[in-house]
């Protein structure tokens, strides 16, 4: 076994490895970055761009569909599913060569392709036949989606992220276990697509929603296109033909079954540690592995490692993991050159997650809590929403909340043009403005963004009414 030394590993070419590379090495530290593949970042790969690709064309086919309700007549729709999904591996496959372009351009020296497994607290084994040494390591290694014990044993009648964009064609129909982001996103693109499409899952809020009146609403216009099971649990699934037969336990507890073209499993996607001999380096691991870290520093707690990304399963979204990256790659060449006493641990940014669904959701910031009386609601409805109602996309809500100060704090929503109205807030938020200040902003007419003043003005409102002598 070739014997070698560095600075900082990294173990990982994603997005949060590639971030890492690029910091530690930025930093001064002589750095080697390990990939076992088949590389690509998770988010051109098998996540973010594929999934967006499908959506897209199911929306396409809804608003062809729809076009009715403009005086516009388009005809019968027909949706040619291997030429979707045909568009959605080419795209893709255009996003995954830019990212490889990046790696293949780090020179060979620099890095590694093998599997990693720690043989100590400052060592890794990659593969046979390197055996490296380094002064601090990154774990930026990943996840890989779940599949539920009902359904483990029914190969490729199971998809999961990792498979479903690789199939030739549409299903005839679909079952979906999940109806967080990833679940309500495939499953509204596919039934948008012509697939009979059936969602279970265990709880009552889709789209990772936490007020329950959007999610009401959710529900209501999501179970418009989409068989809804919620609450239930799936028990069994067996092959049956070609298909699925699953068996699963209604809200009501009542035993229910039925047969599907295939399943796609969108249950979560678990950190990729169980193979990476995290036990041998010395960390506190919990019932998961999962080394105990700082979220901040993203220092291992017990060695000179740091865990970044989808691998720390803390904020699995692109955006953090890049982020993250840095973080790590900095603190990393900081290790290596003077120890834990330079790291630095930069404050978090605001939280903003968003669903590509039609409606959209999003949230930012913090929770609302409605026993904390320390808070301030504003609500806009979109249902009159001027320009909602114009594109005909005049469904769901926002609610947004401030402090007494008026600094805007966080919000939910559901409903047209979310992905702007989070982005907007993030800002907001992050700049500690109050609900007066991002008032005294220019809001061009007509917009769907124009809403949001609906909700600034209530909690405007709502606080110079409490002021004293008002």
Same mark, same amino acid.
């Given at each position: 076994?070739?014997?070698?030394?560095?600075?900082?590993?990294?173990?990982?070419? @994603?997005?949060?490895?590639?971030?890492?590379?690029?910091?530690?090495?930025?930093?001064?530290?002589?750095?080697? !970055?390990?990939?076992?593949?088949?590389?690509?970042?998770?988010?051109?790969?098998?996540?973010?761009?594929?999934?967006?690709?499908?959506?897209?064309?199911?929306?396409?086919?809804?608003?062809? +569909?729809?076009?009715?309700?403009?005086? *516009?007549?388009?005809?019968?729709?027909?949706?040619?599913?291997?030429?979707?999904?045909?568009?959605?591996?080419?795209?893709?496959?255009?996003?995954?060569?830019?990212?490889?372009?990046?790696?293949?351009?780090?020179?060979?020296?620099?890095?590694?392709?093998?599997?990693?497994?720690?043989?100590?607290?400052?060592?890794?084994?990659?593969?046979?036949?390197?055996?490296?040494?380094?002064?601090?390591?990154?774990?930026?290694?990943?996840?890989?989606?779940?599949?539920?014990?009902?359904?483990?044993?029914? =190969?490729?009648?199971?998809?999961?992220?990792?498979?479903?964009?690789?199939?030739?064609?549409?299903? *005839?129909?679909?079952?979906?276990?999940?109806?967080?982001?990833?679940?309500?996103?495939?499953?509204?693109?596919?039934?948008?697509?012509?697939?009979?499409?059936?969602?279970?899952?265990?709880?009552?809020?889709?789209?990772?929603?936490?007020?329950?009146?959007?999610?009401?609403?959710?529900?209501?216009?999501? @179970?418009?296109?989409?068989? !809804?099971?919620?609450?239930?649990?799936?028990?069994?699934?067996?092959?049956?033909?070609?298909?699925?037969?699953?068996?699963?336990?209604?809200?009501?507890?009542?035993?229910?079954?039925?047969?599907?073209?295939?399943?796609?499993?969108?249950?979560? +996607?678990?950190?990729?540690?169980?193979?990476?001999?995290?036990?041998?380096?010395?960390?506190?691991?919990?019932?998961?592995?999962?080394?105990?870290?700082?979220?901040?520093?993203?220092?291992?707690?017990?060695?000179?490692?740091? *865990?970044?990304?989808?691998?720390?399963?803390?904020?699995?979204?692109?955006?953090?993991?890049?982020?993250?990256?840095?973080?790590? =790659?900095?603190?990393?060449?900081?290790?290596?050159?003077?120890?834990?006493?330079?790291?630095?641990?930069?404050?978090?940014?605001?939280? !903003?997650?968003?669903?590509?669904?039609?409606?959209?959701?999003?949230?930012?910031?913090?929770?609302?809590?409605?026993?904390?009386?320390?808070?301030?609601?504003?609500?806009?409805?979109?249902?009159?929403?001027?320009?909602?109602?114009?594109?005909?996309?005049?469904?769901?809500?926002?609610?947004?909340?401030?402090?007494?100060?008026?600094?805007?704090?966080?919000?939910?929503?559901?409903?047209?043009?979310?992905?702007?109205?989070?982005?907007?807030?993030?800002?907001?938020?992050?700049?500690? !403005?109050?609900?007066?200040?991002?008032?005294?902003?220019?809001?061009?007419?007509?917009?769907?963004?124009?809403?949001?003043?609906?909700?600034?003005?209530?909690?405007?409102?709502?606080?110079?009414?409490?002021?004293?002598?008002?």
């Amino acid at each position: 076994m070739r014997e070698r030394t560095c600075d900082v590993a990294v173990i990982g070419a @994603g997005t949060a490895g590639l971030a890492a590379f690029r910091a530690a090495r930025e930093g001064g530290a002589d750095t080697v !970055l390990i990939e076992a593949g088949p590389g690509g970042t998770t988010c051109a790969r098998v996540g973010c761009m594929p999934s967006k690709l499908l959506i897209t064309a199911g929306n396409a086919a809804h608003a062809a +569909r729809r076009a009715e309700r403009f005086g *516009i007549q388009a005809g019968p729709v027909r949706v040619d599913g291997r030429a979707v999904l045909a568009r959605v591996r080419r795209e893709r496959d255009h996003f995954v060569a830019g990212v490889r372009e990046g790696v293949a351009r780090i020179p060979h020296d620099m890095r590694i392709e093998g599997r990693a497994r720690f043989a100590g607290p400052d060592t890794l084994a990659v593969d046979e036949h390197i055996h490296l040494r380094f002064r601090a390591a990154i774990v930026a290694t990943g996840s890989s989606p779940a599949v539920p014990e009902p359904l483990r044993g029914l =190969g490729e009648r199971v998809l999961t992220t990792d498979t479903l964009f690789e199939i030739a064609d549409l299903p *005839i129909s679909l079952a979906v276990l999940g109806g967080g982001a990833v679940g309500i996103e495939l499953a509204q693109a596919m039934a948008r697509l012509g697939v009979a499409v059936t969602l279970f899952d265990s709880g009552t809020h889709l789209a990772s929603l936490r007020d329950p009146g959007l999610a009401e609403q959710a529900a209501r216009i999501f @179970g418009a296109e989409i068989t !809804l099971y919620l609450g239930a649990q799936v028990t069994a699934g067996e092959a049956e033909g070609d298909g699925v037969r699953l068996h699963w336990r209604d809200a009501t507890g009542e035993t229910r079954s039925g047969a599907f073209a295939r399943v796609l499993s969108a249950a979560g +996607r678990p950190p990729n540690l169980a193979d990476l001999g995290l036990d041998r380096t010395g960390l506190a691991l919990d019932d998961d592995g999962l080394p105990d870290f700082d979220p901040r520093s993203l220092l291992c707690r017990g060695a000179n490692i740091l *865990i970044a990304g989808d691998a720390n399963a803390d904020r699995p979204i692109l955006h953090e993991a890049a982020r993250q990256g840095g973080i790590a =790659g900095a603190n990393a060449a900081r290790l290596a050159a003077a120890g834990p006493p330079a790291i630095e641990a930069p404050r978090r940014w605001t939280n !903003l997650t968003m669903v590509f669904t039609e409606p959209q959701a999003a949230s930012v910031g913090e929770p609302y809590d409605p026993e904390d009386a320390g808070l301030v609601l504003g609500t806009v409805n979109f249902g009159d929403q001027g320009r909602a109602r114009v594109q005909g996309e005049n469904e769901g809500a926002l609610r947004l909340h401030a402090d007494r100060a008026g600094r805007l704090k966080g919000a939910e929503m559901f409903g047209p043009a979310c992905e702007h109205l989070a982005q907007i807030l993030a800002f907001a938020i992050e700049d500690g !403005l109050t609900a007066g200040a991002l008032l005294d902003r220019p809001f061009y007419h007509p917009t769907v963004e124009e809403g949001l003043k609906t909700a600034l003005e209530a909690i405007v409102t709502s606080l110079e009414a409490d002021r004293p002598g008002t």
